[in-house]
C-alpha cells in the first residue's frame, strides 16, 4: 500500500515537473505571467519528486529487552537471605532487626527459652565465641560471629549464630563409637585367652607331673592381665590430663631444647630435623612443658612416618601469622594421611598406621586445647603430612 502511493507521488511530481519544463520552453518569448506560472510547475514538481527519490531511511533498531527491574532483584536477594542456614540480626543502636526464618524461629515460642535474654545480649556488646543456649530441645552449642559495617553514615552490627551442636554430636558420636570398638577389641583380646589358660590351668591342678605347664599358663595369664593394665593406663593418660598451667613461654628456647633432643635420632637414620631458629621476641602464653610434649608426640609421629626411607626429614617452624596469631607446623616427607581418613586421625585409639595405638594425635589436640589453641592437618604440595598449631 506505501509502495503504491509512493509510486502515484512520484508520476505526479514528474509530470508537474515535465509540465513547468515545458511550459518554460513555451514561454522563453512570451508574456512574464506564462513565465511565473511554468516556474511554478517545475518548484512543484521538484518539490514532490526529489524526496521520494532518496533511499528510505533504516528501520529503527529493535530495543533491547530490559533489564529485570530492582524490585524484582532485591526480592531473590532476599529469599536468598530469608533461608539461609543461620540466624542473622543487624543491631541499629537499640534496635534488633531479624533477618533469617531461622533467626525468627529462635526468638519465637518453641525457639531459646528465654528469648528476651537473648535478644538483650545480643544488642549488648558481645564478643566473637562459643554460646550455650537453653532451648526447647536442651542446651545447644552455637559460635557467634559479628561484623561491624557503617550504610548511609550510620553505624551497624551484623551478629550471626553457627549452629554446633548437630555436627558436634556427630563427631562425638563417632568418637564414642569408635572407643567403644577399641576397648572392646582390647577386653576381648585379653579375656579370651586369660579365660582358655584358667580352664587349663584348673584341669592341670588334678594331674601330676604338671606343675611346669602350670606355672607356665599361669605366667601366660599374668602377662595377659599386665597387658590390660597398661592399655588401661593408657586410657587413663588420654583422658585425665592435668590442667595447664599458663605462663610465658619462650620459643627460641623451647625450640633450642628440641633442636638437642631430636637431631641425633634423625641424622642416625640417616636423615635430618630442620629446626628453624625464633626470633628473640616471639613468646607464648601457654604451659611450657605440655608445650613441649605436644610438639614431642608430633616428631614422634614423624618418626615413624618416615620410618623405612632412604633420608627421612622433618621441619619444626615457628612464626607469626596474619591477626597477630601463633603458627607452629611440624611436616615430614613420610607417605602422608591416606585420603578421606584426614577427620578420623584425631579420634581416640584410631591409627592409620598398622600396629599403631591412636593415642598421639589425640594427647596433641587435648594439650592443644586445654591452652587455647587449635590444631589441624593439611596436606602440604611437597608431598607428606603437616599439622599446624595455632594460638
Known sequence: MGSDAHRRLRLAGTALLCAGAGALALAGAGSPRLLSVALLLALAGLAIAWPLTRAPAPAAPRPEPPNPPDSLRLAALEAWLEHLPVAAWVVQ????????????????????????????????????GPLLLDTERGTERWQLRQQALTLAGQPQTLRVLLPLEHALESESLQAWQQLVKVLTHEIMNSLTPIRSLSQTARTLLDEPGAEAELHQALEAISQRADSLGRFVQTYRRVSQWPEPQLAPVDLRALLAR???????????????????????????????????????????NAEQATQGLPEPQVWLQARAGRGGRLLISVRDNGPGVPAGLEQQIFLPFFSAREGGQGIGL??????????????????????????????
Not at 534488633?96 to 531459646?112: D, F, K, M, S, W
Not at 641424622?267 to 629446626?275: E, F, L, P, S
Open 93 to 128: 543502636g537499640e534496635q534488633l532487626h531479624a533477618l533469617t526464618a531461622r533467626a525468627r524461629r529462635l526468638l519465637a515460642p518453641g525457639g531459646v527459652r528465654a528469648a528476651e535474654a537473648l535478644k538483650q545480649r545480643l544488642r549488648g556488646p558481645l564478643d566473637s
Open 362 to 391: 589425640t594427647v596433641v589436640r587435648q594439650l592443644v586445647h586445654g591452652m587455647g589453641g587449635r590444631v589441624r592437618h593439611v596436606r602440604p604440595l611437597e608431598g607428606g603430612a603437616a599439622f599446624v598449631l595455632s594460638f
Open 258 to 300: 628440641l633442636q638437642l633432643a631430636v637431631t641425633p635420632a634423625w641424622q642416625a637414620r640417616g636423615g635430618n630435623a630442620h629446626i628453624e631458629p625464633v626470633s628473640p621476641g616471639l613468646w607464648l602464653q601457654a604451659d611450657a612443658g605440655q608445650l613441649e610434649q605436644a610438639l614431642l608426640a608430633l616428631l614422634h
